[in-house]
Structure formats: C-alpha cells, structure tokens
C-alpha cells in the first residue's frame, strides 16, 4: 500500500530556510493533490498548503508569502520550502495524500525545531 | 483560533456512546459534504476515521459513524472501548482562499 517519508533537518535556525521533503513508495504519486500539514507541540493541525503532480500549488493565505512546494515526479518526491523560519514554525511537519474531500494517507511525520 | 469549533474534552465510560461536534460555517462544514475526520493518539499521525461527512474508510470500525446538520458536523462513536482514547480533530474543505481548515481538536478519554 502506499505509504508516506517525510525526511530533512531536524534543526534550522532562525530567518533561515526549512526544506522538507516527502517520498512516496508502494504507488504513483501521479494525478493526485499532496499536502503539507503542521502540528505545534500541544496544538491542531494546520494545513500549510498543496501541489498537484503538474506543479500546481495551493498554499494557506497565512503562509504563502513564506512557502514554496515543489513536486518531482521521476522520484516520488513531492518538497516544502519555508523561508524566514522564526521559534513559531517549531511543529511536527506531515505530509499526506489530499483528496480534497480527506487526507487519506499520512506521513509519519517530522519534528523541526526553529532554534540557535 | 481554529477555524471550525470543537469541545476541548469529551468522556465516557467502556461501552457508551459519546459525540464530537464540529461547527464551522456555511463557507465550509454547511456549504460542502467534505466533512472528515482523524483520530490520533499521542506521538501518531492522524488516522482517517470519516470522509464525506458519513463515510467509513476500509478498516474503519463500524462503531465510528458521522452525520451533519447546517454547520455542524458531528461524530459519534459507541461501544467506547480503552484504545478509543485519543485525540480527534475535524476537517473541512472551505471555499474561502484557505481551503482546508481544521477544528482545534478534541481529547477523548475513556474513563
């Protein structure tokens, strides 16, 4: 069955570039949407944004200044990139198969920690 | 803030029944049948448990069921057992540019 990897720095610093990236094994990641969710310690999920595997984004309005998804189809890749990082994007990071109606399949999820 | 509203905590005892209400608006949880639900137990990723409003993945225990009224979605679980103890969070798709919105979650414990 398909599963999810998020995978990248455990640790960046402040004003820098978090980049994450997400594999998908067991399945194709083409024709659907994915997505990047984040989870602060204690907190809900927020939904940071998506990519169809033509390139199309869709990215919460909260964020969008700051993000930047990419897909790369010949690796089952799809990436995140969050510019200026401060202490408040410290979260666990998900990634996961959007169907627009769900998030069907979950990534087990990674910790990033905004610190010096 | 969350964009759709949910009760903080929620308890029962093994076998009874409890409900999870999620309110939103009509931009959202009341303009679209795109109501799902997750369930997560400490250090987990969300589990999909309802899509659709009332849908059961595969898998999926039958004693877990959704329904919605106007705004309000609602899940019910009955027959609680021990392993029902979690938290669960509610999801909607929204017509405004943020498109997915989350309730804030709600911390089931079964007593």
């Known amino acids: 069955q398909v599963q999810l990897q998020e995978s990248g720095p455990g640790l960046v610093k402040p004003s820098e570039t978090l980049s994450l990236t997400c594999t998908v094994s067991?399945?194709?990641?083409?024709?659907?949407?994915w997505s990047w969710i984040r989870q602060p310690a204690g907190k809900g999920l927020e939904w940071i944004g998506r990519?169809?595997?033509?390139?199309?984004?869709n990215y919460n309005p909260s964020l969008k200044s700051r993000v930047t998804m990419s897909v790369d189809t010949s690796k089952n890749q799809f990436s995140l990139k969050l510019s200026s990082v401060t202490a408040a994007d410290t979260a666990v990071y998900y990634c996961?198969?959007?169907?627009?109606?769900?998030?069907?399949?979950w990534g087990q999820g990674t910790m990033v920690t905004v610190s010096s | 803030q969350s964009a759709l509203t949910q009760p903080a905590s929620v308890s029962g005892s093994p076998g009874q029944s409890i409900t999870i209400s999620c309110t939103g608006t009509?931009?959202?949880?009341?303009?679209?049948?795109?109501v799902s639900w997750y369930q997560q137990h400490p250090g987990k990723a969300p589990k999909l448990m309802i899509y659709?409003?009332?849908n059961r993945p595969s898998g999926v225990s039958n004693r877990f069921s959704g329904s919605k009224s106007g705004n309000t979605a609602s899940l019910t679980i009955s027959g609680l057992q021990a392993e029902d103890e979690a938290d669960y969070y509610c999801?909607?798709?929204?017509?405004?540019?943020?498109?997915?919105?989350f309730g804030g979650g709600t911390k089931l414990t079964v007593l």
């Open positions: 999801s909607s798709y929204t017509s405004s540019s943020t498109l997915r919105v």
């Open positions: 009509s931009s959202d949880v009341g303009g679209y049948n795109y």
């Open positions: 067991g399945g194709s990641i083409s024709s659907y949407y």
């Open positions: 990519i169809y595997t033509s390139g199309s984004t």
């Open positions: 996961a198969r959007d169907f627009v109606r769900d998030f069907d399949i």
């Open positions: 659709e409003v009332s």
